[in-house]
């Protein structure tokens, strides 16, 4: 199933749900190719841009934690 994640991560990236409660061992398969790797841990209201290079290296571009948003 890694594999599977790993060669169709372009689609799947695409389409994941962001309320999706594994989203964290996605975003840690996809970085490091450990989906129990603890790399980032969502937070509600958090986003994380993921960007993958055309040698298929992932990297996190930037990312938005809640206690920064001010409203």
Same mark, same amino acid.
């Given at each position: 199933?890694?594999?599977?994640? $790993? +060669?169709? %991560? @372009? ?5 994941v749900d962001? +309320? ?6 996605? %975003? ?6 450990? %989906?129990?790797? @603890? ?5 509600? %209201? ?7 290079? @055309? ?5 996190? +571009?930037?990312?938005?934690i809640p206690? $920064? $948003?001010?409203?």
């Amino acid at each position: 199933m890694n594999l599977y994640l $790993i +060669q169709h %991560a @372009d689609s799947l990236s695409k389409e994941v749900d962001p +309320q999706l409660p594994h989203l964290s061992k996605l %975003a840690s398969l996809l970085l490091c190719g450990d %989906a129990q790797r @603890d790399i980032i841990t969502f937070k509600r %209201a958090g986003v994380v841009c993921l960007k993958r290079f @055309d040698n298929g290296v992932w990297s996190i +571009q930037w990312m938005v934690i809640p206690e $920064i $948003i001010k409203t």
